[in-house]
């Protein structure tokens, strides 16, 4: 069964400092979002020794985060309801 998998930037940019940027290829298919992509070309970030795809993600926030918790539910901590603060 081949996996698929998504990687964002922080694992690829450690695992290429770590030299070990190919253990990503042994768990599956790679795919990298194109933001990811222009992240990891800003750092100089050498993804020539692996094989992935790159995908366009298009979110629109409106829907994919909708907001619609009243707002006396909110749970604000400050410092004057945090435990040991008054």
Same mark, same amino acid.
């Given at each position: ?20 940027? =190919? ?20 750092? =100089?970030?050498?993804? =020539?020794?692996? #094989?992935? =795809?790159?995908? &366009?993600?298009?979110? #629109?926030?409106?829907? @994919? ?5 009243? @707002? ?6 400050? @410092?004057?309801?945090? &435990?040991?603060?008054?």
């Amino acid at each position: 069964m081949d996996r698929s998998l998504v990687a964002d930037a922080g694992p690829v940019i450690h695992l290429t400092q770590a030299d070990a940027i =190919s253990l990503l290829e042994r768990i599956g298919s790679l795919t990298i979002p194109e933001a990811v992509l222009d992240e990891l070309a800003r750092g =100089s970030v050498d993804l =020539s020794a692996i #094989d992935y =795809s790159a995908v &366009a993600v298009a979110v #629109d926030l409106d829907t @994919a985060y909708p907001i619609s918790i009243p @707002a006396r539910q909110l749970h604000l901590h400050t @410092a004057s309801n945090v &435990a040991g603060y008054s």
